[in-house]
T-cell receptor
Framework: SAVISQKPSRDICQRGTSLTIQCQVD?????MFWYRQQPGQSLTLIAT?????????ESGFVIDKFPISRPNLTFSTLTVSNMSPEDSSIYLC?????????????FGPGTRLTVT | AQSVTQLGSHVSVSEGALVLLRCNYS??????LFWYVQYPNQGLQLLLK??????LVKGINGFEAEFKKSETSFHLTKPSAHMSDAAEYFC???????????FGTGTSLTVIP
């Protein structure tokens, strides 16, 4: 299985600023995703992070607000731009493995963001 | 289109009692099905998965789930609840290897001493 780490684990940010969250996987993976989980709710897919090309965003999420990079097979970043209190949430990075692990999706521990 | 329905957003059981968390899915193709557990302030951990092999799947921590195609269900069970089982549980469906997962809304399990 893949082990995923995220930095920072939590942050408190002021309205109007931006935060970049890093996601590092300990092995090569096929696909990487970014999710948002608002308090007491399920996971909402923000986008698929594509290696070397623009991310694929789900309905309701745009690149200007959530720019994503994936420069290689094991690393991705999500930026939450021009933050407002409504962006307070947990942001989760996930990845799907190679070979026999392509059925499984692994998750990072999440980044807990509070916007004041 | 794929979707997952988890019946019961909150389930309470006594310690030692049977745990049953319900999940029904909708899929236009044979699905792959998953259960994840999320402990407070942590990410999601894979409990078990169904990928078209045995219909009764055993996972970690004594949990198991049975794929029933006729009922489009993949309910999660554990014979005897432990206090450490208190967590949020998510059911998910995928249409195949390397594809997007669709998550249910989650079930919060409380274990009463």
């Amino acid at each position: 299985s893949a082990v995923i780490s995220q930095k920072p684990s939590r942050d408190i940010c002021q309205r109007g600023t931006s935060l970049t969250i890093q996601c590092q996987v300990d092995s090569q993976v096929t696909m990487m995703f970014w999710y948002r989980q608002q308090p007491g709710q399920s996971l909402t897919l923000i986008a698929t992070a594509n290696q070397g090309s623009e991310a694929t965003y789900e309905s309701g999420f745009v690149i200007d607000k959530f720019p994503i990079s994936r420069p290689n097979l094991t690393f991705s970043t999500l930026t939450v731009s021009n933050m407002s209190p409504e962006d307070s949430s947990i942001y989760l990075c996930s990845a799907i493995g190679w070979g026999t692990a392509t059925y499984e999706q692994y998750f990072g521990p999440g980044t807990r963001l509070t916007v004041t | 289109a794929q979707s997952v329905t988890q019946l019961g957003s909150h389930v309470s059981v006594s310690e030692g009692a049977l745990v049953l968390l319900r999940c029904n899915y909708s899929s236009s193709v044979p699905p792959y099905l998953f259960w994840y557990v999320q402990y407070p302030n942590q990410g999601l951990q894979l409990l078990l998965k169904y990928t078209s092999a045995a219909t009764l799947v055993k996972g970690i921590n004594g949990f198991e789930a049975e794929f029933k195609k006729s009922e489009t269900s993949f309910h999660l069970t554990k014979p005897s609840a432990h206090m450490s089982d208190a967590a949020e549980y998510f059911c998910a469906v995928s249409v195949g290897a390397g594809n997007q997962f669709y998550f249910g809304t989650g079930t919060s399990l409380t274990v009463i001493p």
